[in-house]
Each structure stands twice: as structure tokens, then as C-alpha cells.
Nanobody
Framework: QVQIVESGGGLVQPGGSLRLSCTASRMRISSSFYHMGWYRQPPGKERELVATITSGGTTTYADSVKGRFTISRDNAKNTVYLQMNSLKPEDTAVYYC???????????WGQGTQVTVSS
């Protein structure tokens, strides 16, 4: 079974930056069978898409983070990153990494990492 571990969350002031990491095991993020993504769940709200990246490098972003967040990956480290700049209080959420198998459409999740944007 795919295992995913997120890290890099924390408390940051508005306007600050954080970089989240997502390391996968028992699968290769470079595989054409998997699309990787970051999601978040703000307090009291449903989980929402933040950004995705395909094995070919195609990226998509939620409108709310375009121009501020960047998803990338390092195949050698089997790690996906989410660089978050110009953070706002409304970015406060638990951030989850996801690996979607495009053949079976199954999805594996990490345990999440808390990001809090507050002065």
C-alpha cells in the first residue's frame, strides 16, 4: 500500500512563506500511473483542492492560490513540494498530500500537516 508523509507545516505570519513536503513510499511519483496533489481542509469546512501535478509535469491550481503557491516534485527524492508565498489567514488549514492512481482512480492520503497563518 502507498504510504505518504507530509511535513513542513507550522505557524507563520501573514505575508510569510512555507514549503510543504510530501514523501511517498511503495510507489514512484514519476510513474505515469500517478497524479500527485495537495488538498487542504480549513477549520469547519470541507477538503478542497489546492494544486496537482501529473507525471508529465502539468500543474493545476485553485484560483485562490494561483500566483502564490507552486507545486513541484523531485523524482530522485520521490518527493512533492508545495511552496506557499504571500500567505493569508484564509490559507489556514490542514494540508494533505494525495496520490491518485489514474488507472483505478483510487487515492491515497497522508496524515496531513497543519498550517496556521496568524499575527
Amino acid at each position: 500500500q502507498v504510504q505518504i508523509v507530509e511535513s513542513g507545516g507550522g505557524l507563520v505570519q501573514p505575508g510569510g512563506s512555507l514549503r510543504l513536503s510530501c514523501t511517498a513510499s511503495r510507489m514512484r511519483i514519476s510513474s505515469s500511473f500517478y497524479h500527485m496533489g495537495w488538498y487542504r481542509q480549513p477549520p469547519g469546512k470541507e477538503r478542497e483542492l489546492v494544486a496537482t501535478i501529473t507525471s508529465g509535469g502539468t500543474t493545476t491550481y485553485a484560483d485562490s492560490v494561483k500566483g502564490r503557491f507552486t507545486i513541484s516534485r523531485d523524482n530522485a527524492k520521490n518527493t512533492v513540494y508545495l511552496q506557499m508565498n504571500s500567505l493569508k489567514p484564509e490559507d489556514t488549514a490542514v494540508y494533505y498530500c494525495s496520490a491518485r492512481n489514474v488507472l483505478s482512480n483510487s487515492r491515497d492520503w497522508g496524515q496531513g500537516t497543519q498550517v496556521t497563518v496568524s499575527s
